[in-house]
């Protein structure tokens, strides 16, 4: 399955500025909660977690549970130091792993 | 087999089914979402204040509600949010979503969106680095609820 990730984060930036990054990710987020036409319940297949490092450091971590809308849209905020990456990182039911990178340029 | 199906089977099944769906969909009640409350605070006092849920009043599709929580903090490495947790009433499970920051975030906010089993109430609660917690409560009406419409 592939997971379709979409991240925005401002290619620059002004050093000390505070910056705003979304992210979205595809994903069913079925809750585990339902029932098929034959009355089964539909077994739970969510993102568990989220979390995004900037140049190695852990800047933002979520843990999610079923309430949250298929399709996890996520926004938050960091200071913007140096130059360098953000890996963004999601964990979910079934061995659902992805991994995306930003760039961003800090003056 | 199966096709020899009576009048009386199908209603006895039918009572059958209805009678185990309402349990099955059972939400979790405004206790439930104090004790989850509680195993994340602890016993610690829960202030109000310092704390915004946003919601939008009311809401026609429960499958996507958009929420911001926002925090006053400066976000200094003295002074920061350390979590923010969000709770409901009504939903199967008390948990919305949990979310780590440290002095690095610059400004404690986050924004997703989330489903809502119809009408009720959110609380949100973020920790501080000094130890102390602070919530907002907001209700939420839900026209049309998430989870729920399969059953029906």
Known sequence: MAARALINVPKTAKRGDVIEIKTLISHVMETGYRHSNTG???????ITSFSCKYNGEEIFATTLYPAIAANPFVTFHTVATESGTLAFHWIGDNGFEVTEEAKIVVE | MMLSI??????????????????????????????????VVGEAEIRKGKVTLDLPPLVENGNTVPMTITVNSPMIKTDYVKAIHVFNEKNPQANVISAQFG????????STRIRLAGTQKLTAIAEMSDGSYWSDTQEVIVTLAACLEDLI
């Open chain 1, 40 to 46: 089964v319940i539909i077994p739970r297949d969510i």
């Open chain 2, 6 to 39: 009576t009048r009386r089977d199908a209603l006895i099944g039918g009572i059958a089914v209805a009678g185990v769906l309402p349990g099955a969909a059972a939400a979790n009640t405004p206790g439930q979402m104090e004790t989850a409350i509680r195993r």
């Open chain 2, 103 to 110: 002095p690095r975030a610059g400004k404690a906010i986050v």
